[in-house]
């Protein structure tokens, strides 16, 4: 009765395909129906993961996609609950079991075969199957075949056919369907093209009978600005106060170092930033790296590199005073707020997001107040900060490992842009938390140093990737009058201790008990290794400046010397360049890496990691926040609103340097460089 009852229905829709006047032409679409013999990939057609092309009239697979494997979505367009769709495809590669083959009835665009809908599937062995999304990475099996068909050797058709909650699928001519299954679970009627794994499929053809247009649901973890523009009023401290400008700049000027490589460092970077064009995606999501390290890179790149030019071009204006940079960076800044319909927080991609996100409320400190950046600009990034940013760092804050350190920095570096006191203080007491769970009495980060899979191979980069965060956060804090800096938890150990531990293994890589193999296996003890195998320098740990301000150290001392002016790819580039020899701005050229006392204490690439942090999660008790006071110093802050108020920003200290330099007659290189690049 059953089976009687779909074919009727699906005899309608045949009939009504019998009766068209002419196929439809290639990538054409008339009222409930669509065809697409792949001359072109036509813009209704979306890849969602691993690279597609449309050559020799056919939709392929050029390199395939992470572990989702490569899924080629129609997009605007959804089945009608009764609808037929034939495909004609075939394979290249993988094993026995790879598979390809179409989801009906997804969801969201970028919904993968686990995520939503039902997935008709062919495997290189014939084995025909109709799976269901289960979450969380799995599937359940409604049915599965052995056929002759093999996808690998020759084109195959399969046929679709839908009716309510029934499925039917047809092999090449025959007469019946080979599976026939029910189910109504899913009933978006999203339509995506998808091959497993490294499997390389090619589209020949797809036919669909009853297909309407539709607008494209977000994924479940899009976290949404409504674009709703932030208060106006004060912006807080961050990291650049207008008195620690003033000194870099001073310092450059007299050819101090690491300053004045370090500018150096950076308008190179600049030369290049102003060059590019911000390239923000409309949904943002990384996947995980450890399943696709290329696919991770890359959709992660784009953010990393956006937000460290705008970070660069905010800063070489504020030492240069030319307007250009700052109005480049403002554009940047711009582009993500206006172009950007969700932050995603699955996979990868709430971390992702996290330690790269700061680097331009690092700029906005920069900037805010200042001719170059508009108020409406400003206010629609502080509107995205509280809307997006905040609760996409908030969705892994409670993670104990890394995840959590650089969930909190953009956290801490968000509520201290706007001026949150509240926030400040949640953000202070959650510092604590973490520094009792992560250092242990030895100074060591349990969740880190055994990294990977317990080799320890990668255990002084987790290190790394945990503390500068953790130090980011206590520098951010210290303007608000809290001093992480002297926290000590209750193994009697605090960030010094820490950064004691990682700078002995830097300087003696031999000493990192935790990995008993070839030191050289060690990934990324001072720098990362791809991109130094690419030529580009970035270091794992330009927290060490800051750790030498506040802990200065012989073995500190020594890695510094040894390598220059740092930068990071990783939130703040050229900390060296603000920070280095600079803990006290006021007192300029303070705290010169060797030339304070040292501590009396011992001192002792692959990508971030997705591993599940452990169970054991910090006290219930809040622990006491150091030192919390209500506001910004107002000594050293010199906040971005007080420019706003007296119209820019205060360049005296920069020209007084100036007249001193042409008083004296002296003209160094640093100084002939700089006016290089002002004219």
Known sequence: MTKNRWRSSLAAVAAAALVAVAAPAVGAETEGSLQDDFDVLAEHWTPVAGTWEASEGAARVVT?????????????????????TTVDFRTEGGGDAAWAGVTVHRDALDDDYTESGYTVLLRNNGELAVIEAAGGGGVTYLDRVATSARPGADWVTLTIELDG????????????????????????????????????????????????EREEPLPADCIVWSGEPGDSGERGAVLNSDTRIAAVSARIDAGAEPQASGYERLMDDVTAGMLREPAPPKHYFVPFFYNDPDAHRAARDGLQNDANTAYQLALAYRLTGDAGYGQRAAEFIDAWTSGVECVRTGEDSALAFSYHFPAFVYAAELLNGSPVWSEDGERAFAGFLEQTAIPVAGSILHRTNNWGSWALELTTVAASYLDDEAAISAAAV?????????????????????????????????THFSLQPLFLVAETLSSYGIDLFSYVNANGVGLQDAADAAAGWVADPETFEYFTGDISDLANVRTVDYLREAGVIAHSMSYF?????????????????????????????????????????????????????????????EEPGTDEPGTDEPGTDEPDVPGADSGADDDTSGSSGDLAATGGHDYTPWFTVGLIVIGLGVTSLVGWRRRTHLG
Do not use: C
Not at 70 to 79: C, D, F, V, Y
Not at 176 to 185: H, K, R
Not at 437 to 444: L, P, S, T, V, Y
């Open 64 to 84: 395939p996609g992470s572990s989702r494997g490569s899924i080629l979505a129609l997009t605007g367009h959804a089945l009608e609950s009764v609808s037929t």
């Open 165 to 212: 909650p029934w499925l039917a699928v047809t092999i090449g001519e025959d007469a019946e369907p080979v599976l026939t299954v029910s189910d109504d679970t899913f009933d978006q009627g999203g339509f995506s093209l998808a091959a497993h794994r490294d499997l390389r499929m090619a589209v020949d053809t797809v036919k669909i009978e009853g297909v309407v």
């Open 430 to 462: 959650r510092a604590t938390e973490l520094l009792e769970h992560q250092i242990d009495a030895n100074g060591h980060l349990p969740e880190e140093v055994n990294r990977n899979n317990g080799v320890g191979d990668y255990g002084i980069w987790y």
């Open 545 to 605: 400046e800051l750790a030498q301000n506040h802990y200065p150290s012989d073995a500190l001392a020594g890695v510094l010397a040894e390598e220059g002016a740092m930068t990071s790819i990783h939130s703040i580039p050229h900390l060296s360049l603000t920070h280095g020899g600079l803990a006290n701005p006021e007192d300029e050229g303070s705290g010169d890496p060797g030339t304070e006392e040292p501590g009396t204490e011992e001192p002792g690439t």
